[in-house]
């Protein structure tokens, strides 16, 4: 399950896994297209394996630019898969975000998201922890 361990402990996001070039990459297309990019999935979680992807979710900007996720961020490697061709990337709707699970958001610069789920900040990257909201809320 996204998020939650089988003990019910949290996973915690991490960068580990994501290479500064994708950070790099991901942080790019999010400046250049004015959108928050979030990686959710085992890549945020940080226990990939050999065939993980990136799940992504775009929040703003049109299709269009949604359309270019496949051209401009990074994926993982593409296979044939059980029911057809896997392109090493999942665009998941934005509609679909639940901030419960573990995810990264890589904000464009310059953004000022005032949300209570910020807690680390890297040169536009953001990493929010439900898991340390949680605690602050309860303190």
């Not at 789920?117 to 340390?132: A, D, F, P």
């Amino acid at each position: 399950m996204d998020g939650v361990d089988n003990a019910g402990d949290f996973w915690k996001a991490t960068l580990e896994r994501i290479s500064p070039l994708q950070r790099q990459q991901i942080q790019a297309f999010a400046d250049k297209y004015n959108v928050e990019v979030i990686v959710t999935g085992s890549r945020a979680r940080g226990n990939i394996h050999g065939l993980s992807d990136y799940d992504y979710i775009i929040r703003g900007g049109k299709a269009k630019i949604r359309s270019k996720v496949g051209r401009y961020l990074p994926r993982g490697p593409r296979y044939d898969g059980e029911f057809g061709p896997k392109p090493g990337f999942d665009l998941i709707p934005q509609e679909a975000f639940d901030p419960k699970f573990t995810h990264i958001i890589f904000s464009p610069v310059g953004s000022h998201a005032e949300d209570p789920c910020n807690t680390v900040g890297t040169v536009g990257i953001e990493l929010r922890l439900h898991t340390l909201v949680r605690q602050l809320r309860t303190d």
